[in-house]
């Protein structure tokens, strides 16, 4: 179908949220995050920690296109995602997320508050679980699955206010956190055994956990610190000081019994060949397919979470939040043949993978690219106009092609979607560099590409490309102008409007067409 600005315009418009109610609430002792519903938020004082397996895209290149590699993986991961739930739930740490192998969770008790007390006892207990993490890891899981890659397992933890909301519709709901700390704690994540916390939390922990942490870089204006190769296993008599008991045997009787209780007859991965059904995906029922993975992250939104100050500005932004993401999502999957697989935080992940097969990558690589631009042209051409003074939120894009895994983790009603593969990890790095208003592609999607108009506005960077403020209208706007200066553009006169077109447009088709996105 491709992108309409005027229909981009009539969606915005008649879902602009501005109705929706919202029920912002401090996370309180007698309130269940987990259990939200759609206009509930819930502000969070506490510690955001994400657990990382940072080797994971090379055992999935290791696997490659060898199913019986592939279930072995997906078996892993449905296992390490069952025990690390176990251990957040035993350490009382709020399961956010879980993002692939990496694990998003929230130190939030005690409840309320940002003393000095309060917030060294949660800075503790997250380092505590930290510890805990890396040592399941490193000391029992990759023991009991030695038919895979031995994984890595590092840590990043954050403190700060936060909002906690579930977005989508009933049945696919994600948990998701707003908030700077929750981004940081992702953005510090260091290599293989390894725990990084920011000064903020460093000045709070007790001396006995201080000691074995070292000053590291400054990420986005935020000095941190970083302990490598704690572990309970070789820090017993930290253990001891901090009265934390270290069960061994319990948690490998317990990895064994969920590794047991997943054959790997019992797992099925099939090419997709049509579009697929995320609803009918389970850890047995996966699909394997080339693809172009994105990632497409609000850059400047955070910002506004952070600084503000009442409920009712939170309100404000949570009704604009959900309308960006109910457009993203029209364009994704309703104006090209996209999926939307997940939502972290301000971010999507998302996939094209249609046409199917694997001689379609020309067509895939330009319709992708194409929904790329597709979401500049609505942020900057119609959400923008709905974001009153909060003028410097845009976007910022990642993608790259190749074969990927998509499944679905959990137990029913509590699935969530995965996808995974080598390029869904670059996907990722290359947002990460990107800027607002930028798009960043691999060097194998920019070789796919036929349009030239298109190609023009990409410069290479190392091994991507990337371009800036790239939508349909600005597109549109420098191809006339390529015209005129080519001495082919003239005007014709229509209902009393005088119009520019070129004599292509007047000997192949009317004006109007011309512009796909602006017809009516």
Known sequence: ???????????????????????????????????????????????????????????????????????KLIRASSVLRRIQGSLMDEDNVGDIQRQTVRAH?????????????????????????????????????????????????????????????????TGKRELISLGNCANLAAKIIGSRDTITITDEMYDVLPECLQ?????????????????????????????????VEWNEEKWKKETEKHR???????????????????????????????????YADLDGFTHY?????????????????HMIRAEFHSVVETDYDGLVLQHRGDCILGILHLPSG??????????????????QSSMEHVLNTHLADR???????????????????????KRINICFGPEVTNAEDLQLKSSAEQIRISSEIYDQLDDEDVID?????????????LTFPNLDEKKEEKKAEAGCLGATVENGQIRSNTTSDISNRPWQNSKPWLEG
């Open 105 to 169: 969770g929230l130190v939030f008790k005690p409840y309320d508050g940002k003393d000095d007390v309060k917030e060294s006892h949660r800075a503790k207990l997250a380092v505590i679980h930290a510890i805990t993490e890396n040592t399941y890891v490193l000391d029992v899981f990759n023991k009991v699955f030695k038919d895979v890659r031995n994984f890595s397992s590092a840590v990043g933890l954050a403190s700060g206010t936060s909002y906690i909301c579930n977005v989508g519709k």
């Open 1 to 71: 179908m491709g992108w309409n600005e005027k229909r981009s315009r009539e969606r915005v418009e008649k879902n602009d949220f501005s109705d929706f109610e919202v029920n912002v609430q401090d996370l309180s002792r007698s309130m269940d995050f987990n259990n939200l519903g759609k206009k509930d938020v819930r502000r969070a004082q506490g510690v955001h920690l994400y657990v990382d397996v940072p080797n994971f895209h090379l055992a999935v290149g290791e696997a490659g296109n060898d199913k019986q590699k592939q279930r």
């Open 211 to 243: 000691n074995h942490f070292e000053q590291e870089e400054v990420v986005s204006n935020v000095q941190t610190y970083r302990a490598t190769g704690l572990r309970w296993s070789q820090n017993t008599e930290l253990a001891q000081e901090l009265g």
């Open 305 to 321: 979470i952070q600084e503000a100050e009442s409920n009712d500005k939170i309100i404000s932004l949570i009704r604009q939040f």
């Open 391 to 413: 003028e410097d939120i845009h976007v910022a894009i990642g993608m790259d092609v190749g074969k990927v895994m998509v499944t679905r983790l959990g137990k029913k009603g």
């Open 457 to 469: 506005e990409f410069t290479k960077s190392r091994s991507a490309y990337f371009s800036t403020n």
């Open 260 to 294: 047991d209780n997943l054959l790997l007859d019992q797992i099925t991965i099939t090419d997709a060949t049509t579009r697929i059904d995320l609803s009918k995906l389970t850890e047995r029922n996966c699909k394997r397919t080339n693809a172009i993975t994105f």
């Open 358 to 375: 694997t001689d379609n990558h020309t067509e895939r690589c330009q319709d992708a690219v194409d929904i790329a631009i597709a979401l």
